[in-house]
């Protein structure tokens, strides 16, 4: 089973939480992270006034992920979701629905610590590694 970072466990890592790290190691080889959470983390890492080793924590953490852009198949997926949900009288905000699109695409399970924000996904595996 392979997995897809959400922006709010790469951000509990690189804050040092102790049981993220162990998961990460457990799981190392079958991380992935897409390009909106990877530029959420550079936000984090780049607003002002903020310690110059938040950005090199986050260069840190790219060697340990498998990178996905969003392309023309990404795109798509986010047009079926987004339109199922809708049709549903959801909306879930675009950020979540594109790394929800590269995990249906990737046949990967979703890591985050915020499940509402994806529970309404049809066929999207959820796990959070926070919870108690």
Request: aromatic residues 8%.
């Amino acid at each position: 089973m392979s997995f897809l970072l959400d922006t709010d466990i790469c951000s509990a890592y690189l804050k040092g939480n102790s049981a993220l790290y162990n998961r990460f190691i457990q799981h190392g080889g079958r991380l992935h992270l897409t390009a909106v959470s990877l530029g959420e983390l550079f936000t984090w890492a780049l607003r002002s006034g903020t310690s110059p080793s938040r950005l090199r924590d986050v260069l840190g953490l790219l060697p340990l992920v498998h990178f996905h852009e969003v392309n023309l198949d990404v795109a798509r997926r986010f047009g079926e979701v987004d339109a199922d949900l809708l049709d549903r009288g959801i909306s879930v905000p675009d950020v979540d629905l594109l790394n929800a699109a590269v995990a249906l695409l990737h046949g990967l399970t979703m890591v985050t610590h915020n499940t509402q924000d994806y529970s309404a996904v049809t066929g999207l595996t959820l796990v959070d590694w926070l919870a108690p």
